[in-house]
C-alpha cells in the first residue's frame, strides 16, 4: 500500500489536473494541497512546504529560503510532485495542481 490510495479514475483525475489549479505569480502566501507544481517562469521559493518530506535538512533546505538570494533558481519547465501545502514565491510564476 502506497502513502495515499487512489481508485484509478481518481489517480486519472490527479494527473490530469482536474481538481482545479492555482496561477502563483505573486508573494501572496497560497495554502490547500496540492499534489503538483509546474514552473512557468524561473522561480524562487521563500516557502515551500511538501507534507511528506523534511524541507528543513540537506540540499532541499535551499529549495525554499526567506532570503532570494538564498535558495535555488528552479527552472521553467521544472515539475515537482509531492504533497504540498503552503506555496510563497519571491519571484516567477507556477501552477499549482489541487490534489
Known amino acids: 500500500m502506497g502513502l495515499y490510495d487512489y481508485t484509478a479514475q481518481a489517480a486519472d483525475n490527479l494527473a490530469l489536473g482536474k ?7 505573486n508573494t501572496t502566501a497560497v495554502t490547500g494541497t496540492f499534489s503538483i ?5 524561473d522561480c ?3 516557502v515551500l512546504t511538501d507534507a511528506t518530506r523534511d524541507n528543513t535538512v540537506g540540499a532541499t533546505s ?15 519547465g521544472t515539475t515537482l510532485y509531492g504533497t504540498f ?6 519571484s ?8
Not at 62 to 76: F, G, N, Q, Y
Not at 92 to 99: E, F, L, S
Open 19 to 25: 481538481g482545479g489549479s492555482n496561477y502563483i505569480s
Open 37 to 41: 507544481i509546474s514552473v512557468i517562469e
Open 44 to 46: 524562487k521559493f521563500s
Open 62 to 76: 535551499r529549495l525554499a529560503d526567506t532570503t532570494a538570494a538564498s535558495c535555488l533558481v528552479i527552472p521553467a
Open 85 to 90: 501545502t503552503a506555496i510563497t514565491l519571491h
Open 92 to 99: 516567477g510564476v507556477v501552477i499549482a495542481y489541487k490534489g
